[in-house]
Structure formats: C-alpha cells, structure tokens
C-alpha cells in the first residue's frame, strides 16, 4: 500500500491564482481530512469527509472548497489564492470517523506571492 | 484560542535524559489524546494516545502520564536518542461522528550527544 499520498509536494502561486491540492490514500479508508500547519500554531483542520459525498467544515475553511466523490481520493481548491494561504498542507485519512489512528500524508509546501 | 497549550516550544535533552513535553486543554468533552511525532519534510505520525479513564500509558520508552482534574497530560521520553529529535504535537480529540483533531503548537526536540 502506498498509504496517503499528496501532489504536488511543492507549489508557488500567484495572488489570486487557483489550483487543486491531490490527495488520495488506497487503504479504503472512509475518513479524510484536510490540515494546515503554520509555525508557531501546529495543525488546524480546514475541511474532512466522513464517506464519499460528505464534506463538513473544519476549524478554518474559508477560502479552500473540497469534495469527495470516490471513497480514495479528497481533493482541496483554493479558489483565488492569498498570501495568508502559504502554509504546509497535509491530508489525513483513518478507516472510520472515529477511528483513533489517523494516518498523514507527506505535506504540500505552497507558496503564495 | 486555543484550545490545547502546548509546552516548551523547544527542548534540548543529552543523549539518555528523560525528555518531557506538556498539554493542557480546556474542554473536558475531549475524549482522546494523542501525540504526534513529526520529522522534517514528513508528515505527522502517531505515536502514543490515551483516552481520559487511564491515568498513565507506556510504549517502551513512550509515556503519557494524564491527569484529568487539572486537565493536562504529558508525554514522557525515557532514555532518549538522537534519534527522537523531532517535533512533538499534542492533540485532543472532539466526541461526535467525526474524528476532529485540534493540536497543540509543537515542541521541537533537540537530543544531543
């Protein structure tokens, strides 16, 4: 298994730009979610999906749009990208919703000028 | 605000001392606590958690010693290596259908020779 993998794993954007952040995990997890890590603030949860076709807000949203039409992969947009986006990212799945183990990606560094 | 303190924000410890890292949340709704140990360019793995009924939980030269009353928990490292020079997230988890994390800010581990 390849477990949670994330594409790309580097990205510099322009103010305003758009783009589309992969996640896709083979574990027939049901449980995917979307994290920010900023330093000084560790990892704040920005959207999760408890199965295909449910999404839900995490703690900061705004700005990022996800869905999830197959059970392995979680997509994140950034519709019009700030300064205030650059962050690492990280996905996350675990086999249910309340399952204890949560399983991390390898990151997406973005960078927006 | 936030709603896991996590604390030292950086920690230097020889080769074979203990290394100890805090937590303290508010919310006593939380019903699972992990830690998450993070090296650089990865992203966080699991590596020890308690629920709040355990007093104390042990995985080799891992420890979480929890106290519910004063609502802290804190992850012990015995005999620590150079290898564990990491970072360290706390993490407290909400009840309900999703397995929503809120984490602490982090503590880098430094463990020298």
């Known amino acids: 298994n390849a477990g949670v993998t994330q594409t790309p794993k580097f990205q510099v954007l322009k103010t305003g730009q758009s783009m589309t952040l992969q996640c896709a995990q083979d574990?027939?997890?049901?449980?995917m979610s979307w994290y920010r890590q900023d330093p000084g603030m560790g990892l704040r949860l920005i959207h999760y999906?408890?199965?295909?076709?449910?999404?839900d807000q995490g703690e900061v949203p705004n700005g990022y749009n996800v869905s999830r039409s197959t059970t392995e992969d979680f997509p994140l947009r950034l519709l019009s990208a700030a300064p205030s986006q650059t962050s690492v990212y990280f996905c996350?799945?675990?086999?249910?919703?309340?399952?204890?183990?949560?399983?991390f990606g390898p990151g997406t560094r973005l960078t927006v000028l | 605000q936030q709603q896991v303190k996590q604390s030292p924000q950086s920690l230097i410890v020889q080769k074979g001392g203990i290394s100890i890292i805090n937590c303290a949340y508010e919310?006593?709704?939380?019903?699972?606590f992990p830690w998450y140990q993070q090296f650089p360019g990865k992203g966080p793995a699991l590596l020890i958690a308690?629920?709040?009924?355990?007093s104390e939980k042990k995985e080799g030269r891992f420890t979480i010693s929890f106290n519910k009353s004063a609502k802290q928990f804190s992850l012990h490292i015995m005999d620590s290596q150079p290898g564990d020079s990491a970072t360290y997230f706390c993490?407290?988890?909400?009840?309900?259908?999703?397995?929503?994390?809120?984490f602490g800010t982090g503590t880098r581990l430094q463990v020298t020779l």
């Open positions: 999906s408890v199965g295909a076709g449910i999404t």
């Open positions: 993490a407290a988890r909400y009840p309900g259908t999703a397995s929503k994390l809120t």
């Open positions: 574990m027939n997890h049901e449980y």
């Open positions: 919310n006593t709704a939380f019903d699972y």
């Open positions: 996350a799945s675990s086999l249910w919703a309340h399952t204890d183990t949560q399983y």
């Open positions: 308690i629920r709040p009924d355990v």
